[in-house]
């Protein structure tokens, strides 16, 4: 169980010195694509967000991503709500210019622009950021290892390739059911998340997954969640789901199920990795446990998550965390093990509620844009990697030739 929310307490740092010192606020840019926005996006605009008072976000045209990188997963109006909806997001602005510019900070107030330590080039080559790290009004954070959207698309691309149902069931992944299957519910929402509790694979990645790299630490689960406790009169709303590719669909979701409510505390239950795959079946998840996690944390309308949530929802669970009322979208409701109706406790309760956002985007959905643009995405990826070993064989060229000049 992990609380959610904006950490006012949050350091700021920079050059600009503290926020008493300082005669106003600081105001950050920070600007991208942001598609198929995944916690690597958001922890990102964390670490911009921390470094002055009010962050801005610009977000691409999909004319300006498709001239440059190729054709973007999702519609610039789907990246523009995405992208709001992070928590630490104060301001987006829509149309942004892929090459940030000078004239750019200073039409939008901005003090300076930060971006993560990975290339971002031109079309033609060119670093996007040039011209605001030659007047020194650039800031770099820290790229998040092991998630990428070049990442995620090939991940989707090999679901076409291979699927769980064909997993040799004395492999890793029958030892790892195993060991999920033996952790009692009610001691995993009671841990305190000081420490690594997360199960992972022997080599780093889910056995669901497969292709993850992402090593999830206590550090990183304490920056995404600093969240408070309910508040009297607050309206306690559970959802639950895998929130894989966590997009567009869910957050039309989750904002819809905030709107119920004058105080909504919602908690997001998320299910194991070995459970989504019992429903869902094929490769999925694609993201596993952790990095589904830090997704949904980053959302502004969850105050809380429970990691490895149960599929049925039990009187246990409602009544440990005093639940008002469950909500679930539109999509299917697949039964549990033994065939019962998952929601059958809520529904008794009278707290069971079916909610329609509007948006009928699913993870599946997703795939199947990737899998009918499969070799457009498979040419964006490759001519990104070669971009940048291009720049990376210039760069190292470049400093083999001061190293020879200064022998």
Known sequence: MIRNGHHAAEKRVGSFGSPEKRKRSVRVWCDGCYDMVHYGHSNQLRQARAMGDYLVVGVHTDEEIAKHKGPPVFTQQERYKMVRAIK?????????????????????????????????????????????????RYRECKRTQGVSTTDLVGRMLLMTKAHHSNIDKTSDYQQHTDNFGKAPFLTNVKQTYSTEVFLQGPKGHSPWTGVSQFLQTSQKIIQFASGKEPQPGDTIIYVAGAFDLFHIGHVDFLETVYKLAEKPYIIAGLHFDQEVNRYKGKNYPIMNIHERTLSVLACRYVSEVVIGAPYAVTADLLDYFKIDLFCHGKTEVFLDKDGSDPYAEPKRRGIFRVVDSGNDLTTDNIVQRIIKNRLEFEARNQKKEAKELAVLEAMKNREESVTGQGE
Do not use: M, Q, R, S
């Open 88 to 136: 630490w997001v104060d301001e987006i602005v829509e149309e942004a210019p892929y090459v940030t510019t000078l004239e750019t900070l200073d039409e939008h107030n901005c003090d300076f622009c930060v971006h993560g330590d990975d290339i971002t080039l031109t079309v033609d080559g060119k670093d996007t950021y040039e011209e605001v790290k030659t007047a020194g």
